[in-house]
């Protein structure tokens, strides 16, 4: 079996690809692996299709954030040769939250990594780009898309950026006049959050569907409609801890195969943190399954059920 380590430079802190590197070195001793530092957006999947399209038996390691885990996932999906992983680097590694409080340790040793089990994990389809987590389209995803504009500015830090895109959006640009399509309900008007779960977190911790399993054939759908500043203020906290079933008369919530949504306005999707815009959408299971290996310590089956989540 080969071992590939694809690097993400500009994940994490100065000198942590150099560190992974000489980590490689020494963990992998005695294993036949790869290493290959990406320089250009894209090229983590070109790399990861390439091995997967060798016919060879083949562990893929994307080493950074969730951006690098779906370049790779988008390269190696639907290979039955190939199996993927998340090493983290840096400090968006939303979809591995998934695995528990020890996520970070477990997917930092890498001999107990190569080593483990996998288990084919469904997909997203979001306008022909696979998704692995969670994909956003309200104001949340108007948050990611728009960080970087506050993460330039002097003296603001990761964390102080996010609180300032949120501020900026929530007072200017709440929500969106939609039109949403799951399974039987239809909905047309102002939506504020539309978000649809494979995975469970996203967004830096926030747990929309604490249920949410990422090998069980369905996708857990929420929308939020127009409301107050205020409302949205008092509910915020529930929608992050995966109480969605406390608030059923502001949230409609679906779990099924697909949804279409759609605007006159362009909207902001985001996919396991990377942005898409377009007017329509559609978000369904994808045919395409991807295998997904972890340390034998770790699981990833939820242990939060929907009763407990609305305590």
Same mark, same amino acid.
């Given at each position: 079996?080969?071992h590939l ?7 994490g802190k100065?000198? @942590?690809t150099d ?9 992998? =001793?005695?294993?036949?692996y790869q290493?290959? %530092?990406? !320089? ?16 060879e038996?083949v562990?893929?390691y994307?080493? *950074?954030? &969730?951006?690098? +885990?779906?370049?790779?996932?988008? *390269?190696?999906a639907g290979?039955p040769?190939?199996?993927?992983t998340n090493?983290p680097?840096?400090?968006g590694?939303d979809?591995l939250?998934?695995f528990?409080?020890?996520?970070r340790?477990?997917? @930092? &040793?890498?001999?107990?990594? @190569?080593e ?6 469904d997909l997203?389809?979001?306008? *022909? /780009?696979?998704?692995?987590g ?6 949340d995803?108007r948050v990611?898309a #728009?960080i ?6 002097p003296? %603001?830090?990761?964390?102080?950026a996010?609180?300032?895109?949120l ?9 969106? @006049?939609?039109?949403?399509d ?6 047309e008007?102002e939506s ?9 977190y996203?967004?830096? #911790?926030f747990?929309?569907?604490g249920? =949410?399993?990422?090998d &069980?054939?369905?996708l857990d ?5 127009r409301v !107050?500043?205020?409302t949205?203020? /008092?509910?915020v906290? $529930?929608y992050?801890?995966g109480?969605?079933? +406390?608030h059923p008369?502001?949230?409609? $919530?679906?779990h #099924?195969?697909?949804?279409?949504f ?8 985001? %996919?396991? #943190? ?9 978000v369904?299971?994808a045919e395409?399954k %991807? ?6 310590? +770790? &699981?990833f089956?939820a242990k939060?059920s ?5 305590l």
């Amino acid at each position: 079996m080969k071992h590939l380590f694809i690097i993400n430079p500009s994940a994490g802190k100065r000198g @942590s690809t150099d560190a992974l590197v000489g980590q490689i070195q020494k963990e992998m =001793a005695g294993l036949e692996y790869q290493v290959a %530092v990406t !320089s250009a957006p894209g090229e983590g999947e070109a790399l990861a299709r390439r091995a997967a399209e060798s016919g060879e038996e083949v562990r893929i390691y994307a080493c *950074g954030g &969730d951006g690098t +885990l779906n370049e790779v996932v988008n *390269g190696a999906a639907g290979y039955p040769n190939a199996a993927v992983t998340n090493v983290p680097k840096g400090s968006g590694n939303d979809f591995l939250r998934i695995f528990g409080s020890g996520f970070r340790e477990g997917f @930092s &040793d890498l001999r107990a990594l @190569s080593e483990g089990p996998q288990a084919a994990f469904d997909l997203m389809d979001c306008n *022909g /780009r696979l998704g692995i987590g969670v994909v956003c389209a309200g104001v949340d995803a108007r948050v990611a898309a #728009g960080i970087h504009r506050y993460k330039a500015l002097p003296l %603001v830090s990761g964390s102080m950026a996010y609180v300032l895109a949120l501020i900026v959006n929530v007072i200017r640009d709440l929500t969106r @006049s939609t039109v949403i399509d799951m399974g039987p309900i239809h909905l047309e008007g102002e939506s504020t959050i539309i978000c649809i779960c494979n995975g469970r977190y996203y967004g830096g #911790g926030f747990m929309p569907v604490g249920e =949410a399993e990422p090998d &069980d054939g369905v996708l857990d759908m929420l929308v939020v409609p127009r409301v !107050s500043r205020l409302t949205f203020a /008092r509910l915020v906290g $529930d929608y992050a801890k995966g109480r969605y079933r +406390l608030h059923p008369e502001v949230i409609t $919530d679906y779990h #099924g195969q697909s949804i279409t949504f759609s605007s006159q306005r362009e909207l902001v999707a985001v %996919v396991d #943190g990377e942005v898409m815009r377009a007017r329509r959408f559609t978000v369904a299971l994808a045919e395409k399954k %991807v295998n997904f290996f972890y340390p034998a310590a +770790l &699981d990833f089956h939820a242990k939060v059920s929907t009763l407990q989540a609305c305590l």
